[in-house]
């Protein structure tokens, strides 16, 4: 029986009411090397194709079969997770994340590869969905901004490292090793999920009704996925989209889609949710932008241009933890809505640079804008994650992820087809307006919470 409340305990929770920071590092750790696989397997492309004897395009479904999985099975995961025990559900995906990583080093031939990396992004979408509720049910509600922050600062600094330690791993060891590095790192967080999780229930197959919804979910958008992906290179991809609408329309209409959206409608989460769409899509426009101008059109070299745009999550990680005291002392939706602003006046001050950019004009900008993505991650997520009903946080969870996933799909895609339209100044207000808009949706949200419908059906009865 779980009791409604937002100091309420949940299954999982802490006991006693004693707050335990391994299991909010585990959460960190799990949020690092799931963001690491999203870029690291990208410097390594070119090698897997020789070494496999594929094309280019069949090699970059290594890239592909992990993030599709990841983004188009996030909501049906989280719905499914509502149900189970917390601490199977790390150990089983932590267990299957490792060993696909595996079994991606040890492929043959391509078929094997792609397979693995579908399966592993499957885990993946499992683990992008415990983070956060492992995080928020291992600390006291006073306590949670700061635990909030730990994985929301380090995912983003995994997806960082990732062609950095990928290049490095490439240059020594093969690509085989892009793929092994993370094997450690799952062996430790299994230990310590084993040793440290307090037993909370099992785990249960979803049913052939929930089977059926996730499938619809997962067709209409993984299309859309593709079509924002194929955008940044031809914006004309962007009609597939439309493709996407009949299977998500079906499922929102359904048994599956309508807990999920009535869960978002109380205490004003669409608000929230939107404004994590709007600060993804800003971050990544202006990081696809502002790299390409630097290379292509005032001939910067990679080497600088990667010092340049670092600027950004060395920033946010200084302020992360900050974000997270600040949420605790004067609550998560000050913090989360200065940060906002922060990174949209750090954006909007690339604007005004015009065509020729020096690389610390462009530095300290980005820096600016990192630091308010700091002040603002952590705090974001706590906010979200309080007000979600004590038995559907994981379905909160992975509305809050599928939002940032799509956000920095989308970025790279508007910014191509505004630039395309009217040069990079375009994309950079694009980029700006998208943060501006964040600030409002943030300060609004949640100020007349709605009532949380019934859960009508058991997303996990056999």
């Not at 309420?8 to 920071?21: K, L, M």
């Not at 994981?394 to 939002?403: E, I, K, P």
Request: proline share 7%.
């Amino acid at each position: 029986m779980t009791q409604q409340g937002s100091g309420s305990e949940q299954p999982g929770d802490i006991p006693g009411g004693e707050d335990r920071w391994l299991l909010v590092g585990l959460a960190g750790l799990l949020s690092f090397v799931a963001m690491l696989d999203m870029n690291i397997v990208n410097v390594a492309l070119a090698d897997i194709a020789e070494g496999l004897r594929v094309s280019a395009s069949t090699a970059q479904w290594a890239v592909l079969g992990y993030q599709l999985p990841v983004v188009a099975l996030l909501l049906p995961v989280g719905r499914w997770l509502d149900g189970a025990g917390t601490r199977p559900a790390v150990l089983a995906a932590t267990a299957g994340f490792g060993l696909c990583s595996a079994l991606a080093a040890l492929a043959p031939w391509a078929a094997w590869l792609i397979a693995a990396r579908l399966a592993q992004g499957a885990f993946a979408a499992a683990l992008f969905v415990l983070m956060p509720v492992l995080a928020i049910r291992s600390v006291r509600p006073q306590a949670r901004g700061r635990a909030m922050s730990v994985p929301a600062t380090l995912g983003p600094l995994g997806a960082v490292a990732g062609p950095a330690v990928g290049g490095l791993l490439l240059d020594h060891f093969g690509w085989h090793s892009v793929f092994l590095v993370k094997v450690p790192f799952c062996v430790l967080a299994f230990v310590v999920a084993w040793r440290a999780m307090p037993r909370d229930g099992a785990l249960r197959l979803p049913d052939r009704r929930s089977s059926w919804d996730a499938l619809l979910l997962a067709c209409g958008v993984a299309v859309l996925l593709l079509s924002l992906t194929s955008a940044a290179d031809a914006p004309a991809w962007l009609v597939l989209a439309v493709a996407a609408v009949p299977p998500l329309w079906w499922w929102l209409r359904g048994p599956g889609g309508r807990p999920v959206a009535g869960v978002l409608r109380a205490s004003g989460l669409l608000g929230a949710q939107g404004a994590v769409l709007a600060l993804a899509t800003g971050f990544a426009a202006t990081h696809f932008a502002v790299a390409l101008h630097l290379q292509r059109d005032d001939h910067v070299s990679a080497t600088t241009t990667g010092f340049t745009v670092l600027a950004f999550p060395l920033a946010m990680g200084l302020a992360g933890p900050l974000g997270g005291r600040l949420a605790d002392r004067y609550g998560p939706r000050p913090t989360a809505v200065t940060g906002a602003a922060v990174t949209a006046a750090g954006l909007l001050l690339l604007v005004p640079l015009g065509d020729g950019w020096s690389p610390a004009q462009v530095a300290w900008r980005l820096a600016l804008a990192g630091l308010g993505m700091g002040l603002h991650g952590g705090p974001a997520q706590a906010l979200v994650m309080g007000a979600a009903p004590p038995d559907r946080t994981a379905t909160v969870a992975s509305t809050v992820q599928l939002a940032r996933s799509l956000g920095f799909t989308l970025g790279p895609a508007l910014a191509t087809a505004a630039w395309s339209l009217a040069g990079v100044r375009a994309g950079l207000c694009l980029a700006a307006g998208a943060a501006c808009l964040a600030v409002p949706l943030l300060a609004l949200s949640g100020r007349w919470p709605a009532a949380v419908p019934e859960q009508t059906t058991d997303p996990v009865s056999p």
